[in-house]
């Protein structure tokens, strides 16, 4: 990128690794897997849906270890920023898994909403570094940027279970069927 290029900002209120520092520019990815309105009247398939964006995220953190990420969110928006070495056209044809497992599970199509860019990473309330003063842009989250680089993105071409998610038929089965754990009986 030139050197007048402003990048969109995501605030955190501490940075606990190492690996990330204030005011670091990362390569960043927003995932976020919609709804299927043809299943949205089935017991438990929102709360489902609410599980499996968590999980997504999670998973893509453990498939891309080598490259560090971590989630990051504002205003209620999630991402994953990355330090270094990731290839994003990996990371995005594994959330392409991920949706594939999901209709595999759900035996309906899904779509998510996906984009990758470089981003800030600034601590709120902490003064700008003298050597990215004139690169600091607005906020992600308050600006038209995200917008304009996300493509939909579905699972359609090959459904099978990859391993990556809970599946449907157990989430179910888990909220019928919850696990009691039985207290320990005191012998006197």
Do not use: W
């Not at 209620?76 to 270094?84: A, L, M, R």
Request: proline residues 4%; contains cysteine; aromatic residues 10%.
């Amino acid at each position: 990128m030139s050197k007048n290029t402003l990048y969109p900002v995501l605030y955190v209120k501490e940075i606990n690794s190492r690996f990330y520092k204030h005011c670091g520019i990362y390569p960043t990815v927003y995932f976020k897997i919609e709804n299927t309105k043809e299943l949205e009247q089935e017991p438990y398939y929102c709360e489902y849906m609410d599980q499996i964006r968590k999980e997504a995220m999670k998973a893509i953190c453990h498939q891309f270890t080598m490259s560090c990420p971590t989630t990051v969110s504002n205003d209620q928006e999630v991402f994953v920023i990355f330090k270094d070495n990731v290839e994003l056209e990996q990371v995005k044809n594994f959330c392409i898994q991920i949706l594939e497992e999901l209709e595999y599970f759900t035996k309906k199509t899904h779509v998510a909403q996906f984009a990758t860019l470089e981003t800030m990473l600034m601590i709120i309330d902490r003064p700008v570094t003298l050597f990215k003063m004139n690169k600091v842009g607005e906020k992600l989250t308050q600006t038209d940027i995200l917008s304009n680089l996300i493509t939909e993105i579905d699972g359609h071409e090959d459904p099978q279970d990859n391993g990556c998610v809970t599946t449907y038929e157990d989430f179910i089965r888990e909220k019928e069927n919850p696990v009691q754990i039985e207290e320990p009986i005191d012998e006197e």
